[in-house]
């Protein structure tokens, strides 16, 4: 077989539904492969359906239990749902997330859920652009509804949620000092607040206190709507929700604009590969050598290198 | 004044050592301000000299007592030093390193120190970009010692220690799981683990550990060394400093490949950079709106659209 129409017969296996053929599918676009583009080629037309939601929150959070809610209200709805965990990027937390998908195995015996977990990858914006081709290879593989949970609201998280459809920030009342968690482009990315563990003594000051800070934050977007849950017992999971429907629904616009977003980043982190691997390459040349070595004396600077290197 | 000449004034002030131009320098670095280049290229030449160190561990590690410290020492050498903390990410825990900035402010007054925070940037390889040029700017202004600390390891924090002519690990008796704490690429990063905090009782348990698990850890570069400090008392620190002085001597070979690393990857971000905002402007051309619109249709994949875009 060639590489091509290998290419193809992963791609028609997973638009028939094959899981194995998309758990393979995301690995190769996960390691970047050599046949993740005519994969992706093979695949695209299928996809631009799914609601994609992004999840985040601080450890503790509840985060898993909540999505884990949200899973089973989707499928009594006869909807399919992926999970895509981001495991951001620490070593020394690594382990909570592997952890928590243990709860998921629930769902395992479940055709209608696909639970994935993708990890930090060495490469230049190699974490996010495999998750947005994760998210494009469950949307051919037509999963209705695509949550990717992260644990943290770094750079590559952020510009990941940036691109989610909906948005939801879950908290607790002893997340600790609020003024903290508004930090950053918190405030910007969210479209729903969670106020998970709602049982607890604060959770209303936090509701409160929330509403406060929202006042005052000037936004040229519609303003975060703000949910309680109990997630360990499946309280407020509904109207989680269902306000997310709702919001799909009423927010075509801004739906649509997150979608094109989605499609330029998409393009952008093909160049971008493309480009590294062009300019690695062209460091191992004799006359990158060169320029390398020039660098290194400070003959030559890194403005005039690059003019150099992209022929101007 | 031209932008230009306003570069070349910006550059001449910092190399005549004033710390106003460096901090506008940073700043504008960090902004990714038009005249960046500029300043860059009129102050490369006098780089290449500094040590760099990154100090990472995980939180509660004492990394910033220990960098603290680590000032004192080299400040009694008559060495300059900078330190440069990269809020890595989190707006939920993002309060931390600036807290623990507090305590630098002991340096103030001292002219050969000088201390920055870089926060997360929105942009595509932002923050490693902004850091790697915030050393070069260091570098120029004559700080003999950069270090650079972080609280995480995620893509961001890795790629940047990975560029740091030695990388420090500190861990606490406590640091949990050390299974855990050997994950993804910490093993292949560290130069130097320090177990912090040597008077708690499991100190030599955690050594002894790292010694088992570092034996059974295949490896093409030199065995990371170990060693016992207590930085809230000073002790043990004189020696760490020594030691990545002697290493620095010692591994001429290694240092020298991750100083070339350092500026493939430079050259590399200028790249993306002028490939992001070129992409950007291509898409709000009336061509670039119509092939957007394809996308949206799924009338042309993203390969194909990544290709007309680079006139392939």
Redesign the interface.
Known sequence: MTAASAAQDYAARLLAGDRLALARVISKFENRDRDS?EI??NI??N??KAHVWGIT???GAGKSTLVDQMVRVLRTRGLKVAVVAID????????AILGDRIRMQDHTSDAGVFIRSL????K????SHATLETVLALDAAAFDVILVETA????????VLGLAQQVVVVLVPE?G?SV???????LEIADLFVVNKSDRPDADRLVHHLDGVLDLTPSVRRRPDILKSQATVGAGVKEVVDHLIHLADQNLEER?RR??EF??R???H???E???SS??QA?ETSSGMDL?AQ??A?QV??????DL??GN
């Open positions: 583009g992706l080629r695209f037309r996809t631009g929150g601080p450890p951001p990027s620490s070593p020394f937390t690594g382990g990890g930090t990858r060495g230049q914006g190699g974490l943290g609201v770094g750079q590559t998280e952020l510009e997340s000092d903290q968690m508004m930090k950053a482009g918190l649509q979608s094109r499609l330029k998409e393009v952008l093909i160049l971008i493309r480009l590294s300019v690695h460091f390398l660098l290194e400070r600077d890194p403005i005039s290198a690059a290197l992209s």
